[in-house]
C-alpha cells in the first residue's frame, strides 16, 4: 500500500507530483504526431499522384523518394532537418548582420521530419488502395462526362479512402511511436520529460512506466477512431456483397 501511495504521489498533480508535466507532454507528443501525419499525408498524396503518372520520370522519383525514406533511420532524418534547417536560418541570419546559432525550432523539425518519413509509407498505402478500386466505377464516372476534378473528388477519393483506412491506421502508430526520437531536438515530449522527472527524483521505473501506459492509452484510443472511421467508410458495402 506504502508503494501504491508513494507512486500516486509521484505522478499525481500536487505540489510534489508530476502529473500535470506528463500529461502536458503527452498532449505535446499528440500535437506533433498528428502535425507530422498530417503533413505526411499532403505529401503521401503528391507522391502517389507521381506514382501514378504516365511520365516515367515522376514514377522514378516518387520511387526514389518512397526508397530512400524508408530505408535512412528516421532519427538521422530527424538530425538533417535540426542542422540542416539550423545551418539556413543561420545564413539567413547572417545577411542581417547576425552570426550566432540559430536553432531550427524542435515542434517544426519534428513535423517536417514525421511527415516526409510518413509521406513514403502513406504514398504506398494510397497507392494499394487506388490499385483496389474498381476500374468499372471510375470509368463509369468519365462515361457520363464527369470532369477530372469532381470525378476525384466525388469517386477516386471516397473509393480510395474506404480501402487506405487500415493502412493509415498503422501508419499513425509509426508516427506516434517515432514522435519519441523528437525528444533529441530538445522537444519535451511524453519520452523526454519522462527522462526529466526520472532523473530528478531518481525513481526511473515509476516514470517510464507511466509514460508506457500513456503511450498505450493514446494507441487504444487511436485504434478505436480508425475501426469506426472503418465501418462508416464500408457502410452498406458488406450487406451488398
Wanted: net charge positive; hydrophobic share 50%; glycine share 12%.
Amino acid at each position: 500500500m506504502e508503494l501504491i501511495d508513494s507512486y500516486l504521489a509521484l505522478v499525481g498533480f500536487g505540489q510534489t507530483g508530476w502529473g500535470s508535466l506528463l500529461l502536458t507532454a503527452a498532449a505535446m507528443t499528440i500535437g506533433v504526431s498528428v502535425c507530422g501525419f498530417l503533413a505526411g499525408t499532403v505529401i503521401g498524396t503528391m507522391i502517389t499522384f507521381m506514382q501514378l503518372s504516365r511520365h516515367m520520370v515522376f514514377r522514378g522519383l516518387a520511387d526514389c523518394y518512397t526508397t530512400i525514406l524508408r530505408g535512412v533511420p528516421d532519427l538521422l532524418v530527424i538530425y538533417l532537418f535540426y542542422f540542416g534547417g539550423s545551418a539556413f536560418l543561420g545564413s539567413i541570419g547572417s545577411l542581417f548582420g547576425y552570426h550566432g546559432f540559430i536553432g531550427m525550432p524542435a515542434f517544426l523539425t519534428g513535423t517536417l521530419a514525421l511527415g516526409v518519413v510518413s509521406a513514403a509509407y502513406q504514398a504506398e498505402v494510397f497507392r494499394g488502395a487506388y490499385r483496389s478500386v474498381a476500374r468499372g466505377e471510375i470509368e463509369a464516372a468519365s462515361a457520363v462526362g464527369m470532369r477530372p476534378w469532381p470525378k476525384f473528388r466525388r469517386i477516386v477519393a471516397p473509393l480510395v479512402l474506404r480501402y487506405a483506412i487500415p493502412g493509415l491506421g498503422n501508419t499513425w502508430q509509426l508516427v506516434l511511436k517515432e514522435s519519441a526520437l523528437i525528444s533529441v531536438t530538445g522537444l519535451v515530449e511524453l519520452l523526454r520529460q519522462s527522462q526529466i522527472a526520472a532523473g530528478s527524483t531518481r525513481r526511473p521505473f515509476e516514470f517510464y512506466l507511466t509514460a508506457v501506459v500513456l503511450y498505450l492509452i493514446v494507441t487504444w484510443f487511436s485504434s478505436i477512431l480508425f475501426r469506426r472511421m472503418e465501418t462508416r467508410t464500408t457502410q452498406g458495402i458488406k450487406g451488398a456483397l
